[in-house]
């Protein structure tokens, strides 16, 4: 079943401009990762926050993720036509050993 | 830096056929994921594997099989294959069992089924 869902499916934006994406999920989590995949390539680690944190940055993204509302946040800022892919969010489930379950992910196209 | 290494990168068959799957894992990684991704699909989780034994299952059909050897190497087996098979397949491996942190992706086996 779908653990993750992202908000929006799509996303265009210009060069410079910020882009934020949302997931939300189901159940409880030890951690929530992000991943971006350009076309027809092979998933790349982006960033991973743990269940106890509530913010995390690394270069132009940050990540938020409230717990509570069982929702994530990726911020990619100053945005370049090189971000042009999909971004996926993943969590783990809460018994240890299963695997990452992805969303249906986020297109972002950046115009320059 | 040594990646995930996936064979072959394409592949196409006819339905009914028989395909197999190769990954080899980034050298000390000990745990094997397969992951499955129609078109414009997110990355559907098959089957894990963590020092030769699975360790988890996803919504892996009967007719395929996986299996990691002693080498660390993972292969995926594919039977009866239907038009619906069609998808890349991506293979992950990480460092111990999940919980730990990221995975890494290989850049996938493309299988088109006719």
């Known amino acids: 079943s779908q653990q993750g869902e992202e908000d929006p499916q799509a996303l265009s934006i210009q060069e410079g401009e910020n882009a934020t994406m949302n997931c939300s999920y189901k159940?409880?989590?030890?951690?929530l990762q992000w991943y971006r995949q350009n076309s027809g390539r092979g998933l790349v680690h982006l960033i991973l926050i743990r269940s106890n944190e509530r913010e995390k940055h690394s270069g132009r993204l940050r990540v938020t993720l409230d717990t509570s509302k069982k929702s994530s946040s990726l911020l990619i800022t100053a945005s370049r036509a090189a971000d042009t892919a999909s971004y996926f969010c993943a969590t783990d489930a809460p018994r240890e050993g299963t695997a990452l379950i992805f969303g249906k992910g986020t297109t972002l196209s950046v115009s320059s | 830096a040594a990646g995930v290494i996936q064979s072959p990168r394409h592949l196409i068959k006819e339905k009914r056929e028989t395909a197999t799957l190769k990954c080899y894992p980034i050298?000390?990684?000990?745990?094997v994921y397969w992951y499955q991704q129609g078109p414009g699909q997110d990355p559907q989780f098959l089957i894990s594997?963590?020092?030769?034994?699975?360790?988890d299952k996803g919504s892996i059909p009967d007719r395929f099989s996986a299996q990691q050897f002693s080498d660390y190497h993972s292969e995926l087996n594919m039977s009866s294959l239907e038009l619906g098979d069609s998808a890349l397949y991506f293979c992950a491996s990480s460092l111990g069992p999940f919980g730990t942190g990221e995975l890494f992706f290989g850049e996938g086996s493309r299988l088109t089924v006719l």
């Open positions: 594997f963590y020092e030769k034994m699975q360790s």
């Open positions: 159940t409880s989590i030890n951690n």
């Open positions: 050298p000390r990684h000990d745990t």
